[in-house]
């Protein structure tokens, strides 16, 4: 597809379980961005991969969160031993590195409810 | 870091007034400077951007304007109309192309 997609859109897991989630960006992007939201909250950095550089991990709450991105494409990020307060919308976003700040295209994100 | 800072965090107009909102940043090293729009059940799209070697732009209704002896940016919606409620947030880039974003703003318009 033409823009960034997510799966899956809307997921229900119970608490203590693992869930993944998982970020197609546009091809050719080589940044890439999770960030949550919670209901009604502003955007909240997850995580930032750039190319082939160590993932900047500054913004993930507890070590129960991770991210991959496997050959510079798809990411995979990964709750594990979900919480309640884990539930929220996760949203990714990717644009193209350069020399100066570019548009970054966001994904519909996974809405995520802990029950 | 940059530290990107949005106010007011919600603004209500009358339909056909204008809105501002107004955003200040930290690293003067940003030279990126993009705002989005997020509707309901949606993901945030970018309505205008402006660089650093620029003052002001301008696309229809929306215009942004950019101060950076100040650090700030603000973003303004003339004639509003029902569809322009929504959640606006501003972001900053620097030459490392890693983008931070304000709070959002939640824009409600009056019929």
């Known amino acids: 597809g033409a823009g960034v997609s997510q799966s899956p859109s809307n997921k229900v897991t119970e608490k203590g379980k693992d869930v993944e989630l998982r970020c197609d960006p546009i091809s050719g992007h080589t940044a890439l961005y999770w960030y949550r939201q919670s209901l009604g909250q502003g955007l909240e950095f997850l995580i930032y991969?750039?190319?082939?550089?160590?993932?900047?991990k500054s913004g993930l709450p507890s070590d129960r969160f991770s991210a991959e991105r496997t050959g510079g494409s798809v990411s995979t990020l990964t709750i594990q031993r979900t919480q309640q307060e884990d539930s929220a919308v996760y949203l990714c976003?990717?644009?193209?590195?350069?020399?100066?700040?570019?548009?970054?295209?966001f994904g519909q994100g996974t809405r995520l409810t802990v029950v | 870091g940059e530290n990107v800072e949005q106010h007011p965090s919600t603004l209500s107009v009358q339909e056909g007034d204008s809105a501002v909102i107004k955003c200040t940043y930290s690293d003067s090293a940003s030279n990126y400077f993009p705002w989005y729009k997020q509707e309901l059940g949606k993901g945030p799209q970018l309505i205008i951007d402006i660089r650093s070697n620029v003052g002001e732009k301008k696309d229809q209704r929306i215009a942004v304007t950019l101060n950076k002896t100040a650090k700030h940016f603000s973003l303004h919606i003339t004639e509003t109309q029902p569809e322009d409620s929504a959640v606006y947030f501003c972001?900053?880039?620097?030459?490392?192309?890693?983008?931070?974003f304000g709070k959002g703003n939640q824009v409600v318009v009056i019929p």
């Open positions: 976003a990717s644009s193209i590195a350069g020399q100066e700040g570019t548009e970054a295209f």
């Open positions: 972001a900053a880039s620097n030459r490392n192309n890693r983008l931070a």
């Open positions: 991969f750039q190319g082939n550089s160590a993932p900047d």
